[in-house]
Structures are given as C-alpha cells and as structure tokens.
C-alpha cells in the first residue's frame, strides 16, 4: 500500500492533478511519524489502559485524534505507556512496568501521558497526543522538559480518547498534543480540533504582546497538603515577571487567590459532577465486568501479587469512602464555578496567568505516592476548563527541567500559546538530555 500512495503522489504531480499547494491543504503532515498514549484506541492495535485483563483487547476503530492525523498524512509509530486507568501522575502499570525520565532514570516522566513525554524528550517521536483530566499532558510535559498545550474543552473530540468512552459534554477531560517547540502546537491543535469551532478560536490570528495583561500567582496560597514551591521554582518565575517588564515594558500583576488552597476539593467537585453515573473505579479496574474484590486485591498488593498498581486501589477506597449522603444536603453554588468567574473577569479576552506547573522539580520514581495532591497546581485548571499551555524554562543546577503553566481565559488559547512562543526565544525551551544535540 505505502508504494501504491508513493506512485499515485508522483503520477499526481506530474499529470498536474496535484499540487504541492493542495497537498500542503490536504495533507499537511505527509509522512510525519506520531505516536499516542496507549489509551487512545488505535484500530488493530492493543488498547489496555495499563490493565491486565484487558491484555489482549484490541481496539475496532480509530480515536477521532487518530484518524485525523493519519487524515493529514502523518503515520502512527507506537503507542506509549500510561498509568493504570490513567488515574495517577506516574506512568507505571502491572502490565507494562514504569517508565522513566530520560533526564534521570532514576526519576519518573510524570503521569499519566509519561510515555508520550519520555520518548518526546528522547526525540523517539516529532508528534505526540495525549490526555488530561489532571494534568496528564503538563505535568509529564513540565518534568520532561517540553510543551504541551490542555485545550479549552469543546476544542478537540473525545470519541475514542481513553478505554471508557467520554461524554461529549465533558469538561474536565481533554485532549491535546506534547511537543519540543512551541511553533509545533498551533498546526497540530488545527488538525485536530473540531473544523466549526475554529473560527471562534482565532489560532492563526497575531498577537501583540504588548497588548497582554499578565497576572501571575506564586503558590496556591499554603495549602495543606500539597508542598511548598521550591526555590529553583520561585526563582524562574521571577525572572519570567522580569523578561515581560524589560522586553514587552508590561509589568505583571501579582495575584493572591485563597481558594486555590482547596484545589484538590474543588477539583473532586467537578469529578463528581462530571461522572454521575458513571463506571466507579471499582468497576473500571474489573473493566466494567462486575466489580474487583477490593480488599482481596489490597491483600494481594500487600503479598506482593498484586494485579492493580496501589494508587488504583488506594483511589477505590478513597472512593468508597468519600461517598456523599444526598439526604440532608442543602444544594449550593459550587466553588469551581465561583473561581471561574473570578478569573475569567480578571482574564477575559487579554489576559493570561503565570502558576507554577508544579511545586517540586521531578521527584524520583514512586515518590508522588509520599506526595499525592502535588498533582493540584495543574489539575484546578481542569476543574475550571481553562486553556492552559506548559511551557520549559531550561534546567535547574541538577539538570533538571523548570518550566510554568500560562493560563488563558475561556477561549482564548491563542494568548497562551502565544506567550509560550516568546517565552520559548528568551529562556530556550526543550533542551536535550544527551549531548548529542
């Protein structure tokens, strides 16, 4: 088949039934190499979600990702290792093992989109697709040093995007790419979104930087249980707020937002509304065929036999116990849609944020076990379904990746992969791990 294309491609050209103007229309990732997370379905190709009972399961069609990638002439190299349902920010699983971080083996790539970043940074892949319900494509992206871009919800279909379909409805879920260079977002994210929501995108429009109100929030206020921004991080961010002043004469504006402390409960609230009456996690580890033995499986991870990783189980008891009792309850406003509406007002149109992507650099693998609600400096953003574009900012004294999220208003993606770019020309980006390049 690839020979057949290969000669109707020349025959095309030289009877002057196609140009190279209409193949940069049509086909504008013509023979481009991309890779997805294994829980993205690729048609014939083993579709697990890093379950073990799902082995041998193999997937019937194309995720809508998949099929417009390989619309636009790119070719599918391999799919990568995820997380265990993808419920966990490292990307370890009973079936496939752990993967690692090609700055430091010893450290994890993040979760649950890790193999996608990991081979990115190792240059294994030029076009990577991934998912986030908590920041599966930023934080992975963020410790491996590399872009990756969490669109407006709506932007970009679902159909196929993990092994249990999502609701077209769904905003805390999303779909999106990871890449090396900040120029490689905007014709990725137009292959892939929904052709009627572009226009009202304006992705393609220039912006003028000069034009742009930057806020930016130095932690989420103290909470907790998450752990405090290190100083490397700090550090990096200030001279983020010192390049915007001295190179676009736009002086931020520091912010204080106290309900950032409760991230994690505001982003449980958007989860609850979001899955009622959907599969429990009880359920989805048994692939949505009966239920696991939970505390049988927890005995069995205790023995070292365990056929579920322990973030999956620990999640199912959590759930199990963290079920509300509707009677009694008093209906209230809830508090994500209260935050949305305070920064949404302080964004609107022209502004965006700067927040730390993270408030730790990598940590080694196994290690986010100790620290489980680190995972909230990204994931509040999916509760509130903002655009959000990762950005590196070169590496720490260890070599270790630094790097910021920059948040936009509802819509308004544009701005953030904007900034991404000129943030990219004055701290360099994606470095590579080897000294080969």
Known sequence: MPHVFHVDLLQGFKNGTLTVEELQRTQPLLGVPFTVKESIAVAGMIHTGGLISRRYTLSTRDALVVERLRKA??????????????????????????????????????????????????????????????????????????????PTPGLIPLRGVGILESPPSMTVYVAGPITRHAEDLVPILQILADPDQIPAYRLTDPVNLANVRVFSISD?????????????????????????????????????????????????????????????????????KGEIKLWTELLRAVLGRANHTWPSLLQALAQDWGKEDPKGKTRRQPEWRAVLGILQRTLSNNGVLLYPSHPTLVPYHRQPFMLPLNF???????????????????????????????????????????????????????RCPAEIL
Not at 237 to 253: G, Y
Not at 280 to 288: F, I, M
């Open 376 to 430: 909230t400096y990204t994931a509040i953003f999916n509760a509130l379904g903002l655009p959000v574009t990762q950005v590196p900012l070169g590496l720490a004294a260890n070599g270790l990746p630094l790097g910021i999220q920059v948040v936009g208003g509802l819509k308004m993606d544009r701005l953030t992969l904007a900034v991404a770019a000129d943030l990219e020309k004055a701290f360099g980006g994606w």
């Open 73 to 150: 002439g790119a070719i599918l190299l391999a799919t990568t290792n995820v997380s265990e349902l993808g419920n966990w920010w490292e990307s370890e699983n009973r079936l496939y093992g752990a993967t690692s971080n090609p700055y430091d083996l010893n450290r994890t790539p993040g979760g649950s989109s890790g193999g996608e970043a990991a081979l990115m940074c190792a240059c294994g892949t030029p076009l990577s697709i991934g998912s986030d319900i908590g920041g599966s494509l930023r934080t992975p992206a963020f410790f491996c040093g590399l872009f990756s871009h969490k």
């Open 220 to 288: 989420d206020g103290g909470g907790v249980y998450t752990s405090p921004v290190c100083r490397e991080l700090r550090h990096v961010q200030a001279k983020v707020v010192t390049h915007f002043l001295r190179t676009h004469d736009i002086s931020v504006t520091k912010m204080k937002l106290p309900a950032l402390q409760r991230s994690f409960s505001i982003w449980v609230e958007k989860i609850r509304e979001e899955t009622v009456g959907r599969p429990s996690v009880r359920q989805q580890l048994a692939d949505n």
